[in-house]
């Protein structure tokens, strides 16, 4: 799926995020598996990673980055009349996070739901929200992108569990005068998931004692694969939606990669000739957060006086199914006037 926008003008108004207070880091990873730091770092660029505490699940991070893109958007939470949240870790298979995390938030009104597309959740999240707004079925949205991978991962496998970390981010989506997102391009490749993929737990092998002890409930990936993969679609993508928009890789003023692999993003980075310095990188201090790490690395870049109203923005993501999504947008920042400056982002736990 392709297009550039054309008319209704819709844009992030606000933005939050809020990772696990529990720092890992690769020691601590090194004293029960057989890896090192510097293998670690040397081939994915991560540092440490947040990982949630045993009773923490994913409305418990999503809870509070909402309420910090709520505040910076202004308004009640009952404004918010359609709430997305895209998760391959929802607190339970039903009800949905998105139906949890409306009751928590107070949004009685609001249609709630989850959405499945990996890694790439979040920007299909934003691609659906805009098509709501525009379409005029919702005035004012939020989405949460976001993951407890820890929960999944098999902390024995240290060619997985090394990769992941935990955390939430939202963003409030709304009609704007000018500015806002300018196109999307998405795209899922199902021949290809078999090289990530989590087979228990749904119809096809529902939960057996076997399927526990077998460790089927946990995360399986083909690395290189996947490497090759995230590689071609991360610059295929961006190419494509570029393309749509009439826009060039010059015109980027921010690109905000899915952190995966510092690899993987150097690799997209030199392919597509943007300027290192435009990029924004936070995968050494969050590891891979799933959904929930493009919008925290927004969030990063805003704390870092990286994201200004004005600036064109282009985000791509990708991950199981396989899937992979772009956005770009001109970034037009909150409406209510409160400012731009932030703490850098909540956390929970102890
Ligand atoms: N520590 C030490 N050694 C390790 C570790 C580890 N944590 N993990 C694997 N190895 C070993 C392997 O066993 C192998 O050893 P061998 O040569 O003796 O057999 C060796 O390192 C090389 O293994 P490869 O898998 O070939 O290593 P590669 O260079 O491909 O790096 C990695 C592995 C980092 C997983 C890489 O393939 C990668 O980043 N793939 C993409 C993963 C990814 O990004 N997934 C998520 C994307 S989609 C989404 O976000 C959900």
Redesign the pocket.
């Known amino acids: 799926m392709i297009g550039a926008t054309n008319g209704a003008r819709v844009s992030i108004t606000g933005l939050g995020c809020c990772t696990p207070e529990r720092v890992v880091t690769n020691d601590d ?2 004293r029960t ?4 730091d510097e ?2 770092r040397e ?2 660029g991560i540092r440490e990673r947040r990982i949630a505490l045993p009773e923490q699940a994913l409305s418990d991070l999503a809870l509070p980055a909402a309420r910090q893109a709520l505040a910076q958007a202004g308004g009640e939470p009952s404004s918010i009349d359609l709430l997305i949240v895209a998760t ?1 870790t929802p607190d339970m298979v039903f009800p949905s996070s998105g139906a949890v995390l409306a009751d928590r938030l107070g949004m009685p009104d609001a249609a709630a739901y989850d959405l499945s597309a ?3 959740g979040f920007m299909y999240a934003l691609a659906q929200a805009y098509g709501m707004i525009a379409g005029g079925l919702s005035s004012r949205a939020l989405v949460v992108g976001g993951d407890v ?1 820890s929960k999944i991962v098999d902390w024995s ?8 970390g935990d955390g939430a981010g939202a963003v409030v989506l709304e009609a704007v005068d000018a500015g806002g997102f300018l196109g999307f391009e998405l795209g899922a490749d199902g021949a290809g998931g078999v090289h ?1 993929n989590l087979p228990a737990g749904g119809s096809r092998m529902p939960a057996t004692a076997e399927s526990v002890a077998g460790g089927q409930h946990l ?1 399986k ?7 090759k ?2 590689t071609r679609v991360l610059v295929s993508s961006a190419e494509r939606v570029l393309a749509e928009c009439g826009l060039s890789v010059a015109d980027i003023d921010l690109y905000v990669p ?4 510092v ?2 993003i150097d690799y997209a980075v030199r392919k597509l000739g943007i300027a290192r310095e435009r990029v924004v990188v936070n995968v050494d201090r969050f590891g ?1 957060t ?1 959904s929930g ?1 493009i919008p925290l690395a927004l969030a990063d870049a805003a704390a870092d006086g990286m994201l200004h109203p004005g600036q064109t923005v282009l985000m791509t ?4 199914g ?1 899937t992979w999504g772009s956005a770009v947008m001109e970034w037009t920042g909150q409406t209510n006037g409160n400012g731009q400056s932030r703490r850098r982002e909540e956390t929970v736990g102890g």
């Open positions: 990873l090194s598996l057989d890896t090192s293998w670690i081939r994915t391959v990996g890694c790439t991978l496998d240290r060619s997985t569990a090394v990769l992941f990530l995360v990936m083909n690395g290189p694969e996947v490497f993969f995230a899915h952190q995966a692999n690899r993987i891979n799933s790490s993501g990708m991950g199981a396989l």
